[in-house]
């Protein structure tokens, strides 16, 4: 079993910076890829970033140079280090696995990023 909890989101000014962390608990070594995704009211939920197993990362276009994804094994945390931060980049933000052998993906509850002009 693999549980994720996020946090860190709240209210920040355009400019600002947030950090936002996922704690993984359970049995991590199913886990193929680590994501974070977001999604705004109304529009569909976007993948923001993804760190796979071997330590490579992709990031969407729109946060490219601005976010920074990391994780500490020894806390078994993500962080998503969130910089430069535009009005456009309000959503929740969740936390997401890929896990092997088909078994499915495990979704966090989500944390709120609203980020005001």
Excluded: H
Excluded at 60 to 67: I, M, Y
């Amino acid at each position: 079993q693999v549980q994720l909890v996020e946090s860190g989101g709240g209210l920040v000014q355009a400019g600002g910076s947030l950090r936002l962390s996922c704690a993984v608990s359970g049995s991590i070594f199913s886990i193929d890829a680590i994501n974070w995704y977001r999604q705004a009211p109304g529009k569909q939920r976007e993948l923001v970033v993804s760190i796979i197993s071997g330590g490579s990362t992709n990031y969407a276009g729109s946060v490219k140079g601005r976010f920074t994804i990391s994780r500490d094994n020894a806390k078994n945390t993500v962080y998503l280090q969130m910089n430069s931060l535009t009005p456009e980049d309000t959503a929740v933000y969740y936390c997401n696995v890929d896990r092997r052998y088909g078994l499915g993906s495990v979704w966090g509850q989500g944390t709120q990023v609203t980020v005001s002009s």
